[in-house]
Nanobody
Framework: QVQLVESGGGLVQAGGSLRLSCTAS????????MGWFRQAPGKAREFVAA????????GYADSVKGRFTISTDNAKNTVYLQMNSLKPEDTAVYYC????????????????WGQGTQVTVSS
């Protein structure tokens, strides 16, 4: 059974940085896409970034382009989200996501979810 375990959330001031990690287990992920979504209070879950394990192709939401970077460590089955220049509007629960497909950009395309990690950006 595929499991995704996230870590790295916390409280940071605006302009600061955080790095989220997500370690995957219980499957063979070479053909998977991995991604990050977030959900703020009272809002729908939204796509943040995704990466393909095999080709390394990445995609980002317009709201985070140039500030966030998604990357993988294939040897550790771990995907990272480096978040720089954080803004209060980045405050949300961040979820790791996985699917056996080339990419994931919508919640409907996700097969597996992590438990979520809180990111709070103070102004």
């Amino acid at each position: 059974q595929v499991q995704l375990v996230e870590s790295g959330g916390g409280l940071v001031q605006a302009g600061g940085s955080l790095r989220l990690s997500c370690t995957a287990s219980g499957g063979t992920f070479s053909s998977y896409a991995m991604g990050w979504f977030r959900q703020a209070p009272g809002k729908a879950r939204e796509f943040v970034a995704a990466v393909n394990w095999s080709g390394g192709n990445t995609g980002y939401a317009d709201s985070v382009k140039g500030r966030f970077t998604i990357s993988t460590d294939n040897a550790k089955n771990t995907v990272y989200l480096q978040m720089n220049s954080l803004k209060p509007e980045d405050t949300a629960v961040y979820y790791c996501a996985a699917a056996p497909r080339p990419t994931i950009t919508t919640s409907a395309s996700v097969y597996y979810w992590g438990q979520g990690t809180q990111v709070t950006v103070s102004s």
